[in-house]
């Protein structure tokens, strides 16, 4: 474990606006007290933190995942795991593991708003790391984004891009559990390895193969489901080569996060030659419906159907590089900072 102030109250805030892809310069760490609380607050002690491509659009001054827009200077919003040290709120005990909006620092005071969207962490005997994974948010895209938009049935091709991220190893699971067959696309032969041994029938290196020829070739009879989560040209040769009644499912289009000019499909009009649909998802939209996602796959990790694939970062002080790496697509599964060691790790 990487030490720091443990007697502070560790932050990372926004120095400047990044430019391409987040560099060390563009963040400022800084030292405050460890708050105090009053009655209806908590205090909790950051164990894990979420690395997401969204926080770079937090650091941009976007508006988006229903979280207020930053200015230069405020702590970074993210999402983490800690424990409860100090309660002064009835429904929140000294002891309990919550993951909620903790944002990039080492303690957390809270009046515990909706908008901070706590969740208890049950005892599933497993590191609380999994609050971020499998049973958090990046778990319940691929859940409600794969299910309840792709609509999967049996036998059906599944083309999933970004397959060895953090929602990707989520989905390329889950599709298996339905039946499905299933082709991955990720950037390295190691990562394409990952996700065969996570069940994948087709595998694409982007980065090496040629995606068109690639897609024509594993999916002669056309892809039922795509499950998007790079957007651009993959984007646009899945949509040439859909099925009939075939449906696109829009996650996330990170290829194209660090370019000024939005990317738009010119082909979009394939969707009418083979009855197929496009959908959108947000996962705080499915927010009365978590519980479920939770239970189902909670017992698909019992069945040892879903492992969850988590690449840890080490340390406080390597956040701003962990963020940067995500977008060198250095992490395989979701990627996160241990801050301090947990419940069940080694
Ligand atoms: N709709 C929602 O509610 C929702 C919720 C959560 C996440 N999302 C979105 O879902 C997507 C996946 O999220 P995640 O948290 O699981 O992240 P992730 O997949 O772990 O993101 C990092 C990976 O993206 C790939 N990547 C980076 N740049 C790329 C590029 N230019 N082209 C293609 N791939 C690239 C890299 O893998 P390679 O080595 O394979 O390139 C990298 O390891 C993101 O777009 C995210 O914004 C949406």
Redesign the pocket.
Known sequence: MIAFNEQKNCQWRIAKRPNGNVKESDFLYDETEIPTIENGEILLKTLYLNI???MRMYMSGESVANEASLNIGDVIHGRGVAEVIKSKHPSYHVGEIHQGQIGWQTFKKSKVTTAEKFRKIKDYKLPYSIGLSTLG??GF?AYF?FIDCGKPKKNETVVI??A?????TNVVQLAKIYGCRVIGI???DQ?CELIEALGCDGVIN?KKENVRNSIEALCADGIDIYFD??G?E?LTICLDNLAKKSRVVL?????EYLNDKPFGPTNYTKLRKTNSLMQ????YNYEDQFHVAEKNLARWIQEKKIKPIEHMFDGFQNMPKALAS??D???SG??MCRIRKGPYEN
Request: aromatic share 10%; net charge positive; with cysteine.
């Open positions: 997401a491509p969204v948010m990046t895209s984004g891009s970004g060895a991220g953090g929602v990707g990720a950037g390295s990562k982007y989560n790079v651009g993959i996650c996330g289009s990170i290829s959108g998802f947000f996962v995500i977008y697509g250095k992490n979701v990627a």
